[in-house]
């Protein structure tokens, strides 16, 4: 079975510095992979996902995020942080010809310290 | 109108009724799935179908089931509602393996 494990369950940056989020998941295969921001009293949002061609990724609001194989890491990124970027991201991948639906990770909650 | 609607956004109910939960699409997709997001624990996946003739269990489904009645409406209901079964409910839907999910605003269930 696949999972997802995020490190840091909360992570704060100040507005303007860099912001990292850490994903890694356990697969045989590279799966798919997503990565999701939830704020608050909303649904999840797409960000970006990896599904196998270039191994950056870009996304909305800025972030991407770099697929290493060797690492099995989707770990995701954005330059600059803004106060509007505080809120739950998630990562989570589906597994390639395998049995449908997503499994996330624990979620990391992102502050945006001023 | 949004692409997945999920009724009713919140609901209390008590230990022991049975309640459903809606959820209808307007994406033409023929994947549907029901989450569970408990805090700390993210979302774990209830039941997923491919089509109105085809319902699989996910990682949670003890004291669930679903109904899909239609391409585009898919059900979730609580038999005999628990304590436990207080959280976050997410409808999805997907286009196909790997192309993203399109999520709805939750429902918000309470068992007391």
């Known amino acids: 079975a696949q999972s997802v494990t995020q490190l840091g369950s909360h992570v704060s940056v100040s507005e303007g510095a860099l912001v990292l989020l850490r994903c890694n998941y356990s697969?045989?295969?590279?799966?798919?992979l997503f990565w999701y921001v939830q704020y608050p009293n909303q649904g999840l949002q797409l960000l970006l996902k990896y599904t196998s061609a270039a191994t950056l990724v870009k996304g909305i609001n800025g972030f991407e995020a770099e697929f290493k194989k060797s690492e099995t890491s989707f770990h995701l990124t954005k330059p600059s942080a803004h106060m509007s970027d505080a809120a739950e991201y998630f990562c989570?991948?589906?597994?390639?010809?395998?049995?449908?639906?997503?499994?996330f990770g624990k979620g990391t909650h992102l502050i945006i310290q001023p | 109108d949004a692409d997945v609607t999920q009724t009713p956004r919140n609901r209390i109910t008590k230990t022991g009724k049975r309640i459903m939960l809606e959820c209808s699409q307007t994406?033409?997709?023929?994947?549907m799935y029901w989450y569970r997001q408990d805090p700390g624990l993210g979302l774990r996946l209830i039941y997923y179908s491919f089509d109105v003739k085809d319902i699989n269990k996910g990682e949670i489904s003890d004291g669930y089931s679903v109904s899909r009645q239609a391409q585009a409406k898919f059900s979730l209901s609580l038999e005999s509602a628990i304590p436990n079964q207080t959280a976050l409910y997410f409808c999805a839907t997907s286009e196909g393996e790997g192309l993203g999910y399109t999520f709805g605003s939750g429902t918000r269930l309470t068992v007391v």
């Open positions: 697969s045989s295969v590279p799966p798919y």
């Open positions: 989570a991948v589906s597994e390639r010809g395998g049995a449908d639906g997503l499994t």
């Open positions: 994406k033409g997709h023929d994947r």
